[in-house]
């Protein structure tokens, strides 16, 4: 009978101890649960600072003394991780530095890795690491590097607690982006992934407050290949339509310095070798100006183009090739991310677009051969006054409530803009 009992409590206590996502430590996972390597220890404590977004009774905790610089601890979990909805990890951590680096591994069939930044010391905070594409049933266990790069010493300052690991879903709902990127549609997840120092955000264009566009700032102690990928880790919902002879895409600029290099990197998301890189100059200052980019001109020690390759991820680098300390810290501006090529006015037949009347007074009339996309009015200091999506061949804009001056019209056709100046009149 005693035999019976004793083999039933561990039947129990082996099933109520399973280990699986999310952790909270009330009880599991154990102290037991975890696998220490090369110099971390980990355990589970009371909470000693219960404060801020974390009031949680228990908590892990890694201490690093000596080992390598890799040291840390892991759990192995009872199934395979599935990425399809929830792409992404979060967990609350408190670090007695700020700055280090939290690197968050998989491993099992494969391995991946992911970096996030302590921001705060001696507080609780949230990091997230996003690992949306990577294939299910790969991945069955979750490897916690505190302080990544450094050797631990077993003091307080090697002493690391975590809490609430939690796989969620980061877009939130949202749909995935796909060229063109304009940073307007409330549907879509525009996700900035940032690397080597540069740090960006969605915010206001610096001349039309109506405009979202996308603010990238590379700090004094930014790399020289500080740039941003413009959307999550699986990149474009479509591929780029790359081909042996249509290899251009766009960018809207707004640079504080005339005559720096901006690079334009695409990928494919699967296979970073798969890649090709080109550049542009600025030609103005603290204004928008449109930066085209061929990708059959690679960049100097960069592959060459093999438009057999699925590319369906962009990366943007401003200032490619300067560190920040030499540049100091400069704030970048830049919207509208177009596959094609930015049109002047004498190419404008190519289009077979035509536009009349000029000078116009109230309305105006635009007419293609192909379908006219989408049609933007600028005003003499950069601002978007009217953004009309058509999908039609022949438009008619009202302009009667813009003010009289100079604008320049802005018509999207397939995979090339056109532009061209209008002068509005009051009679």
């Avoid at 996502?21 to 355990?43: H, R």
């Avoid at 975590?162 to 749909?175: A, E, H, I, K, P």
């Avoid at 020289?224 to 990928?229: I, S």
């Amino acid at each position: 009978m005693k035999k019976s009992l004793l083999f039933t409590l561990i039947i129990c206590a082996t099933i109520g101890y399973s280990q699986s996502l999310p952790f909270d430590f009330e009880p599991v996972p154990l102290q037991s649960d975890f696998i220490d390597f090369d110099g971390g220890t980990a355990s589970v404590i009371p909470n000693p600072f219960v404060m801020g977004v974390n009031t949680s009774p228990r908590v892990g905790q890694i201490i690093r003394n000596g080992g390598t610089i890799w040291a840390g601890s892991k759990v192995i979990l009872n199934d395979f991780l599935d990425f399809s909805t929830e792409g992404a990890f979060s967990m609350k951590v408190f670090s007695p530095v700020e700055g280090i680096t939290m690197k968050l591994k998989l491993e099992g069939n494969a391995d991946t890795e992911r970096d996030a930044t302590v921001s705060v010391a001696n507080e609780w905070e949230t990091l997230t690491w996003d690992f949306s594409g990577e294939p299910a049933n790969t991945y069955n266990t979750v490897v916690f590097m505190f302080d990544f790069g450094n050797t631990g010493n077993g003091s307080s300052s090697s002493t690391f607690l975590f809490d609430d690991v939690t796989q969620f879903d980061l877009t939130g709902g949202l749909d995935q982006v796909d060229l063109p990127v304009t940073f307007e549609e409330t549907t879509i997840f525009y996700q900035l992934t940032d690397f080597g120092g540069t740090t960006s955000m969605l915010g206001s264009d610096p001349v039309d407050g109506n405009n979202t566009v996308a603010i990238s700032t590379k700090p004094d102690d930014a790399t020289t290949w500080a740039g941003t990928t413009m959307s999550t880790a699986v990149g474009f919902k479509n591929q780029i339509p790359i081909t042996a002879s249509d290899t251009k895409m766009t960018v809207r600029v707004y640079s504080p310095d005339a005559g720096i290099p901006v690079r334009l990197k695409i990928e494919d998301h699967t296979d970073p070798t798969k890649s090709v890189e080109t550049e542009a100059l600025t030609t103005q200052a603290n204004t928008w100006e449109y930066l085209l980019f061929d990708f059959n001109n690679e960049a100097p020690g960069t592959a060459i183009l093999n438009p057999n390759y699925t590319f369906d991820l962009a990366s943007i680098f401003f200032n490619f090739g300067t560190d920040g300390v030499t540049a100091g810290e400069k704030t970048y501006y830049w919207d509208d991310v177009y596959f094609g090529e930015f049109t002047n006015t004498k190419e404008l037949e190519k289009l077979e677009l035509t536009y009349f009347p000029n000078p116009v007074i109230d309305r105006l009339q635009i007419k293609a051969e192909s379908m006219i996309e989408e049609v933007t009015i600028i005003n003499a200091v950069g601002q978007q006054v009217l953004v009309s999506k058509t999908n039609s061949n022949d438009v008619t804009l009202d302009l009667s409530r813009i003010p009289s001056g100079i604008y320049l019209v802005n018509v999207k056709i397939g995979n090339s803009i056109g532009t061209f100046e209008i002068l509005k009149s009051m009679f």
